[in-house]
Structure formats: C-alpha cells, structure tokens
C-alpha cells in the first residue's frame, strides 16, 4: 500500500480556486481507482471524484463542471482543481488510492 499526502487546501472567498494535491509513496501505475472524498463538519464521508488508470473520470452533481481531477503517473500524484468554489464546498478533503490508502486529508475552507 502506498502511503498518501494531501496538500493545497487553505482558506478562500467564493468564487475562488485551490488546486489540491495527492503525493503517493510509490507508484501509482497499477492502481486503477484513485479520488477524492470530502468530509464536512456534521455530516458524513461524501464522494467527490474519482479518476481511472485509463483517464477515465466520474464527479459527483455537486461539484460537476466545477472540479477537474486529473493524476501524473510520473510524478504519482492525483490533483483535484476546484473552481468557482462556493461555502458548502468548505470540509476536509481526503484522496485515496484504490479505496485501500486514505491521506490524512486538507481543509478547505471557503467563504462567503
């Protein structure tokens, strides 16, 4: 198992970016699922995205045509680029590797 860290999170008014990142460990080429989950205070893990070893990618409603996730197998790191960000976007931002290695996650905070 590859071990995760995320960074790129901060604090930023809405309508803003941040470009979060994912470094692994080791290699990211043979595992096929890679993403992102968000957790905000309150409320429970949700999905955000998710990105195949193909390219393939999948968004979650809220965040469709807002975030782009996209990896660099070279460099073994997922991103996940947040445009127009809006306050309900604001929680903790985890990516995982093959649903198996979870990061230690970064805040977003986003305000109005």
């Known amino acids: 198992q590859v071990q995760l860290v995320e960074s790129g999170g901060g604090l930023v008014q809405a309508g803003g970016s941040l470009r979060l990142s994912c470094a692994a460990s080791g290699s990211i080429w043979g595992i096929n699922t890679m993403g992102w989950y968000r957790q905000a205070p309150g409320k429970q893990r949700e999905w955000v995205a998710t990105i195949t070893s193909g390219g393939s990618t999948n968004y979650a409603d809220s965040v469709k045509g807002r975030f782009t996730i996209s990896r660099d197998n070279a460099k073994n790191t997922v991103y996940l680029q947040m445009n127009s960000l809006k306050p309900e976007d604001t929680a903790v931002y985890y990516c995982?590797?093959?649903?198996?290695?979870w990061g230690q996650g970064t805040q977003v905070t986003v305000s109005s």
């Open positions: 995982h590797a093959g649903y198996r290695s």
